[in-house]
């Protein structure tokens, strides 16, 4: 038996062979080309042959996915037609006199070499992008089809990581889970596998050989851990790990239809964070009360330029249709700090976390913010949406915020626009300076909402993401407790509801100190959904 350890981005426990993602071999040898025209026509033929095929997986990465997911082979077929990326190539055939497959091996390494020595981790993850697309370009030159061998049989998936178009292709009913060598918690394959609920472990590294295919393997993807032709004894505890695990999920789905409420009567409400459309199915399926948060800047995050408001009202329009009347509350665009986006072309700051994010970027950049309130007001028409803001620090941020609003509503009834009149709106608690403050902000808002991951940041002046300082964060830490303390009562004081859309609200060892502080509702991953409703229904 081999034991191979990673990092685990979904629990659970998977039980099958091993089949590597193939991916054919090309060998891309320079040759000398006598007629560059011809060659850059062929490269030119290739390109377009390449991009038919990317609309082709668009539309299956739509059914399969959802639109948002399915934007990264847009984004692809934009970096096909780059003219950065294009005359790179071009300069290559006709100043080197090559071949056009060597042209674009060249360009797409030295294009992700650039990717990946940028410090924006947004732009370092471009690098495999160009990498996926260049790959399809010299598939096609090359004559060789990309993918895998027919999957007979349900099996874990090995790679060395999986791009967005590999992805797509495969048949998920027989996919039993990931296993791969590197990759980051927010990969294209992690990102799959909490979508589609199944165990997978990432950063296994080297030791994860091609050798292993075909073999009897175990993910455990509670503790990152991969079992290569497991041992008589390892198989039979992980088993019993994987059954229990089956029989825990079953005892929650009898909860299904069930009232959050504990054992005294006390009720809470109950909903789901998402990040994008394809997560609704999710929601629905573990019975969310309705979407505590949104987080629209995914819609930015996976776009090369600024969404337009066509785009932003598809998308919250389908998901408030399909919640049919459930709360959908959405966040405004929280880019800045740990979430950069190139082309809003923010400047490199010293402590990004305490600098130009959020509220402040919408402020200062009215026509962005305009922009996506025209569509959440017009979306707001087909469903029950709720619109709340990060990063509030001041009262006068929540009244500039609603003369934008009345502007944009102007707009919209000049223009003949249908578009909600009356919409729930509410801030994120996320800064000691929300806190103290409160009960002012609650006379100006509907509800509250705590982000407790930047809460306990700010209040212990502890940077998250910063590894190193691990045994310092302490999100139960009593300062944290009392910020959120704090703001619940004085939002009840002003008649307002409060909830929680940060990790904590899915930490079943605080769900009985939330009900005693009277918080209204917790919104979790949706996976969590049935579980916090089964502790919160064991309370008293």
């Known amino acids: 038996m081999i034991t191979i350890s990673g990092k685990s981005v979904f629990g659970g426990v998977s039980i099958g062979k091993i089949m590597f993602y193939k991916r054919n071999d090309k060998v891309i040898k320079r040759t000398h080309v006598d007629d560059v025209d011809i060659e850059w026509k062929r ?10 095929q990317l609309k082709g997986l668009y539309d299956k990465a739509i059914a399969d996915v959802g639109e948002a997911n399915a934007m990264i082979f847009e984004i ?3 970096m096909l037609e780059d003219l950065d990326y294009l005359e790179s190539i071009e300069n290559i055939i006709r100043t080197q006199e090559v071949n ?7 360009t797409a390494d030295n294009f992700a070499q650039m990717f ?3 410090d924006d981790a947004y732009m370092q993850g471009r690098a495999a ?3 996926d697309v260049s790959e399809r370009v010299l598939d096609v030159l090359c004559g060789v089809d990309g993918g895998m061998k027919e999957m007979d049989e349900p099996c874990i998936i090995a790679a060395d990581d999986l791009a967005p178009s590999e992805t797509v292709q495969l048949d998920k009913s027989k996919v039993l889970g990931f296993a791969t060598m590197y990759g980051s918690s927010n990969s294209h394959t992690a990102i799959l596998a909490r979508t589609m609920n199944i165990p997978a472990v990432i950063g296994l590294g080297e030791d994860l050989l091609a050798e292993y295919d075909g073999k009897m393997a175990v993910i455990d993807g509670f503790t990152g851990k991969l079992y290569i032709e497991p041992d008589e004894e390892t198989m039979k505890v992980m088993q019993e790990k994987r059954q229990k695990d089956l029989e825990q999920k079953a005892l929650l789905e009898q909860l299904k239809g ?15 964070n998402i990040g994008n459309v394809s997560d609704v199915g999710a929601v629905l399926k573990n019975d969310a009360g309705g979407i505590g948060l949104f987080r629209s800047e995914f819609l930015y995050l996976e776009n090369t330029d600024f969404p337009t408001e066509e785009q932003q009202f598809s998308v919250y329009k389908q998901v408030a249709e399909n919640m049919a009347g459930k709360k959908v509350i959405i966040r405004t665009l929280d880019i800045g700090a740990d979430k950069q986006v190139d082309y809003f072309g923010l400047d490199k700051e010293e402590n990004p976390a305490l600098g130009y994010r959020a509220i402040r970027i919408c402020l200062t950049r009215p026509e962005i913010f305009k922009t996506q309130l025209r569509a959440l007001y017009r979306a707001a028409v087909y469903g029950n949406i709720s619109i709340m803001f990060p990063m509030i620090i001041s009262v006068n941020e929540i009244r500039k915020i609603k003369a934008i609003i009345a502007e944009v509503k102007e707009e919209l009834k000049s223009e003949g626009i249908p578009y909600r009149d009356e919409v729930e709106l509410g801030v994120m608690i996320e800064t000691p300076a929300s806190v103290m403050i409160s009960r002012d902000l609650a006379k100006e808002v509907d509800f509250f909402s705590v982000g407790t991951n930047d809460l306990t940041q700010y209040t212990l002046a502890i940077d998250r993401q910063n590894s190193k300082l691990d045994p310092f964060y302490d999100p139960h830490h009593p300062a944290v407790l009392a910020m959120i303390r704090m703001a619940a009562e004085n939002a009840h004081a002003e008649g307002k509801w409060i909830g929680i859309c940060g990790e904590l609200g899915a930490d079943l060892e605080l769900t009985e100190e939330f009900l005693k502080m009277g918080l209204d509702e917790l919104s979790v991953s949706p996976a969590m959904v049935l579980p916090l409703r089964k502790r919160i229904r064991d309370c008293e």
Do not use: C, L
């Open 258 to 272: 069930k009232e959050n409420v504990t054992k005294s009567g006390r009720k809470i409400n109950v909903y789901a």
């Open 100 to 106: 056009a497959e060597f042209a674009v091996a060249t």
């Open 129 to 131: 992008d160009v990498k």
């Open 76 to 78: 692809h077929q934009m």
């Open 116 to 118: 990946a020595a940028m």
């Open 43 to 52: 490269f030119q033929d290739a390109k377009d042959t390449a991009v038919s």
